[in-house]
Protein backbone atom coordinates (compact mmCIF):
# COMPACT_ATOMS: atom_id res chain seq x y z
CA UNK A 1 0.00 0.00 0.00
CA UNK A 2 0.69 3.58 -0.08
CA UNK A 3 3.02 4.92 2.54
CA UNK A 4 3.59 8.87 3.32
CA UNK A 5 6.27 10.42 4.61
CA UNK A 6 5.83 14.12 6.38
CA UNK A 7 8.92 16.49 7.68
CA UNK A 8 9.70 18.18 9.83
CA UNK A 9 7.55 16.83 12.41
CA UNK A 10 7.53 20.24 14.36
CA UNK A 11 8.33 24.21 12.85
CA UNK A 12 8.54 27.12 14.58
CA UNK A 13 9.09 29.87 12.35
CA UNK A 14 9.15 33.64 13.48
CA UNK A 15 5.35 35.30 12.81
CA UNK A 16 6.19 37.43 9.10
CA UNK A 17 8.63 34.44 7.88
CA UNK A 18 7.81 31.32 5.40
CA UNK A 19 7.08 27.42 6.75
CA UNK A 20 7.37 24.69 4.35
CA UNK A 21 6.32 21.12 5.03
CA UNK A 22 7.78 18.11 2.90
CA UNK A 23 6.15 15.21 2.41
CA UNK A 24 7.25 12.03 0.07
CA UNK A 25 4.80 8.85 -1.10
CA UNK A 26 5.46 5.58 -2.27
CA UNK A 27 3.60 4.74 -4.59
CA UNK A 28 3.21 6.04 -8.26
CA UNK A 29 -0.24 5.61 -8.59
CA UNK A 30 -1.36 8.27 -6.70
CA UNK A 31 -2.65 11.38 -8.02
CA UNK A 32 -4.26 13.29 -5.61
CA UNK A 33 -2.26 15.17 -2.76
CA UNK A 34 -4.26 17.50 -0.13
CA UNK A 35 -3.53 19.54 2.47
CA UNK A 36 -5.04 19.74 5.91
CA UNK A 37 -5.21 21.97 8.53
CA UNK A 38 -5.88 20.66 12.51
CA UNK A 39 -6.68 22.72 15.65
CA UNK A 40 -6.33 21.62 18.98
CA UNK A 41 -9.62 19.49 19.30
CA UNK A 42 -11.01 19.84 16.00
CA UNK A 43 -11.62 18.62 12.38
CA UNK A 44 -8.74 18.15 9.87
CA UNK A 45 -9.91 21.09 7.66
CA UNK A 46 -8.76 20.68 3.84
CA UNK A 47 -6.33 23.81 2.72
CA UNK A 48 -5.22 23.19 -0.48
CA UNK A 49 -4.98 20.15 -2.79
CA UNK A 50 -3.19 18.92 -6.35
CA UNK A 51 -3.86 16.83 -8.58
CA UNK A 52 -0.94 15.29 -10.47
CA UNK A 53 -1.63 16.87 -13.86
CA UNK A 54 -0.43 20.22 -12.45
CA UNK A 55 3.02 20.62 -10.64
CA UNK A 56 2.47 23.59 -8.35
CA UNK A 57 -1.08 25.34 -7.14
CA UNK A 58 -1.22 29.04 -5.05
CA UNK A 59 -4.13 29.63 -2.92
CA UNK A 60 -3.79 33.28 -1.48
CA UNK A 61 -0.08 33.06 0.71
CA UNK A 62 -0.52 29.03 1.23
CA UNK A 63 1.13 26.66 -2.30
CA UNK A 64 1.76 23.31 -2.66
CA UNK A 65 3.82 22.33 -5.31
CA UNK A 66 4.31 18.52 -6.33
CA UNK A 67 7.50 16.83 -7.92
CA UNK A 68 5.86 13.45 -9.34
CA UNK A 69 9.53 12.10 -10.73
CA UNK A 70 10.78 12.65 -7.48
CA UNK A 71 7.57 11.20 -5.92
CA UNK A 72 7.08 14.15 -3.39
CA UNK A 73 5.04 17.63 -2.53
CA UNK A 74 5.34 20.81 -0.60
CA UNK A 75 3.26 23.21 1.17
CA UNK A 76 4.77 26.43 1.50
CA UNK A 77 3.02 29.41 3.63
CA UNK A 78 4.43 32.81 3.29
CA UNK A 79 4.07 36.05 5.98
CA UNK A 80 3.14 33.31 8.49
CA UNK A 81 0.31 34.76 10.67
CA UNK A 82 -0.30 33.85 14.38
CA UNK A 83 -3.26 32.06 13.46
CA UNK A 84 -1.51 29.68 11.27
CA UNK A 85 -0.03 27.51 14.50
CA UNK A 86 -1.81 24.37 13.77
CA UNK A 87 -1.26 20.90 13.08
CA UNK A 88 -0.46 20.40 9.19
CA UNK A 89 -1.21 16.58 7.42
CA UNK A 90 -0.18 16.09 4.28
CA UNK A 91 -1.98 12.89 2.39
CA UNK A 92 -2.30 10.87 -0.83
CA UNK A 93 -4.80 8.77 -2.83
CA UNK A 94 -4.17 6.05 -5.35
CA UNK A 95 -6.64 7.36 -8.36
CA UNK A 96 -8.13 4.17 -9.11
CA UNK A 97 -11.71 3.89 -9.64
CA UNK A 98 -13.40 1.25 -7.01
CA UNK A 99 -12.96 -2.23 -8.15
CA UNK A 100 -13.78 -4.01 -5.03
CA UNK A 101 -10.18 -4.06 -3.54
CA UNK A 102 -7.14 -1.74 -2.01
CA UNK A 103 -8.31 0.92 -0.09
CA UNK A 104 -9.74 3.85 -1.50
CA UNK A 105 -9.40 6.31 1.54
CA UNK A 106 -6.38 9.28 1.89
CA UNK A 107 -2.85 7.27 3.21
CA UNK A 108 -2.08 10.43 5.71
CA UNK A 109 1.47 11.61 6.66
CA UNK A 110 1.90 11.92 10.49
CA UNK A 111 1.69 16.10 10.32
CA UNK A 112 4.00 18.24 11.23
CA UNK A 113 3.29 20.68 14.39
CA UNK A 114 3.87 24.47 13.09
CA UNK A 115 3.99 27.20 15.80
CA UNK A 116 4.25 30.89 14.64
CA UNK A 117 6.77 32.75 17.03
CA UNK A 118 5.55 36.45 17.71
CA UNK B 1 -25.65 22.93 6.37
CA UNK B 2 -24.59 20.50 8.69
CA UNK B 3 -22.41 18.67 6.36
CA UNK B 4 -21.16 15.43 8.79
CA UNK B 5 -22.33 14.87 11.80
CA UNK B 6 -20.71 12.46 14.57
CA UNK B 7 -22.42 11.12 17.54
CA UNK B 8 -21.41 10.92 20.12
CA UNK B 9 -18.71 13.19 20.94
CA UNK B 10 -17.22 12.09 23.91
CA UNK B 11 -17.51 8.39 25.38
CA UNK B 12 -15.80 6.15 28.22
CA UNK B 13 -15.99 2.71 27.83
CA UNK B 14 -15.16 -0.59 30.04
CA UNK B 15 -13.13 -3.30 28.41
CA UNK B 16 -15.11 -5.55 26.56
CA UNK B 17 -18.34 -3.72 25.95
CA UNK B 18 -19.54 -2.83 23.17
CA UNK B 19 -21.10 0.37 20.82
CA UNK B 20 -21.99 1.84 18.12
CA UNK B 21 -20.38 5.61 16.65
CA UNK B 22 -22.86 6.86 14.26
CA UNK B 23 -21.80 9.25 11.19
CA UNK B 24 -24.46 10.90 9.42
CA UNK B 25 -23.70 13.25 6.18
CA UNK B 26 -26.54 15.54 4.31
CA UNK B 27 -24.32 16.28 0.75
CA UNK B 28 -26.04 13.57 -0.77
CA UNK B 29 -22.38 11.66 -0.98
CA UNK B 30 -21.63 8.43 -2.34
CA UNK B 31 -18.19 7.71 -0.42
CA UNK B 32 -17.83 7.44 3.61
CA UNK B 33 -14.81 6.39 5.54
CA UNK B 34 -14.11 6.10 8.93
CA UNK B 35 -10.82 6.91 10.36
CA UNK B 36 -8.90 7.09 13.89
CA UNK B 37 -6.08 9.19 15.04
CA UNK B 38 -3.56 8.25 17.71
CA UNK B 39 -1.14 10.92 18.88
CA UNK B 40 2.20 10.97 16.73
CA UNK B 41 0.19 8.59 13.89
CA UNK B 42 -1.88 10.97 11.68
CA UNK B 43 -5.11 9.68 10.80
CA UNK B 44 -5.71 6.12 9.53
CA UNK B 45 -8.10 4.44 7.56
CA UNK B 46 -10.50 1.32 9.70
CA UNK B 47 -13.20 0.94 6.97
CA UNK B 48 -14.99 2.71 3.97
CA UNK B 49 -18.10 2.58 1.82
CA UNK B 50 -18.46 3.40 -1.44
CA UNK B 51 -22.03 3.18 -1.83
CA UNK B 52 -25.36 1.63 0.54
CA UNK B 53 -24.66 -1.79 1.11
CA UNK B 54 -21.23 -2.10 0.31
CA UNK B 55 -17.62 -1.81 2.59
CA UNK B 56 -14.36 -2.42 2.22
CA UNK B 57 -11.27 -2.69 5.22
CA UNK B 58 -8.89 0.29 5.71
CA UNK B 59 -5.41 0.18 6.89
CA UNK B 60 -6.43 -0.81 10.53
CA UNK B 61 -9.50 -3.10 10.26
CA UNK B 62 -9.17 -5.52 12.62
CA UNK B 63 -11.76 -4.84 15.75
CA UNK B 64 -14.32 -2.88 14.10
CA UNK B 65 -17.18 -3.77 11.73
CA UNK B 66 -19.21 -1.51 10.04
CA UNK B 67 -22.03 -1.13 7.89
CA UNK B 68 -24.20 1.37 5.30
CA UNK B 69 -27.71 0.32 5.62
CA UNK B 70 -28.87 4.50 4.19
CA UNK B 71 -27.21 6.05 1.97
CA UNK B 72 -26.69 8.97 4.54
CA UNK B 73 -25.48 6.96 7.60
CA UNK B 74 -22.28 4.97 7.90
CA UNK B 75 -22.65 2.84 11.59
CA UNK B 76 -18.76 1.96 13.05
CA UNK B 77 -18.80 -0.45 15.42
CA UNK B 78 -17.06 -1.87 18.39
CA UNK B 79 -17.49 -5.32 19.43
CA UNK B 80 -15.54 -6.10 22.58
CA UNK B 81 -13.71 -2.87 23.30
CA UNK B 82 -10.09 -2.63 24.13
CA UNK B 83 -8.03 -0.16 25.29
CA UNK B 84 -5.55 0.14 21.89
CA UNK B 85 -9.24 1.54 20.24
CA UNK B 86 -8.99 4.38 22.86
CA UNK B 87 -8.58 6.85 19.93
CA UNK B 88 -10.39 9.95 17.99
CA UNK B 89 -12.13 8.37 15.43
CA UNK B 90 -13.23 10.85 12.79
CA UNK B 91 -15.82 9.98 10.06
CA UNK B 92 -15.56 11.81 6.44
CA UNK B 93 -17.69 11.81 3.21
CA UNK B 94 -16.91 12.26 -0.59
CA UNK B 95 -18.74 13.18 -3.54
CA UNK B 96 -18.06 10.30 -6.02
CA UNK B 97 -15.08 10.88 -8.36
CA UNK B 98 -15.79 11.58 -12.21
CA UNK B 99 -12.92 12.68 -14.26
CA UNK B 100 -11.05 14.46 -11.23
CA UNK B 101 -10.49 13.69 -7.11
CA UNK B 102 -13.09 15.34 -5.03
CA UNK B 103 -11.98 16.21 -1.95
CA UNK B 104 -13.07 14.76 1.88
CA UNK B 105 -15.43 16.44 4.11
CA UNK B 106 -14.40 15.47 8.41
CA UNK B 107 -16.99 15.44 11.12
CA UNK B 108 -15.86 16.78 14.50
CA UNK B 109 -14.96 13.48 15.66
CA UNK B 110 -15.61 11.10 18.52
CA UNK B 111 -13.39 10.81 21.24
CA UNK B 112 -12.73 7.55 22.68
CA UNK B 113 -11.55 6.34 26.15
CA UNK B 114 -11.60 2.52 26.67
CA UNK B 115 -11.06 1.13 30.68
Known amino acids: GENVEQHPSTLSVQEGDSAVIKCTYS??????FPWYKQELGKRPQLIID?????GEKKDQRIAVTLNKTAKHFSLHITETQPEDSAVYFC?????????????????FGKGTHLIIQP | NAGVTQTPKFRVLKTGQSMTLLCAQD?????MYWYRQDPGMGLRLIHY???????AKGEVPDGYNVSRLKKQNFLLGLESAAPSQTSVYFC??????????????FGDGTRLSIL
Open chain 1, 91 to 107: AARIGMEYSGGGADGLT
Open chain 1, 27 to 32: DSASNY
Open chain 1, 50 to 54: IRSNV
Open chain 2, 27 to 31: MNHEY
Open chain 2, 49 to 55: SVGEGTT
Open chain 2, 92 to 105: ASQKRRGRGNQPQH
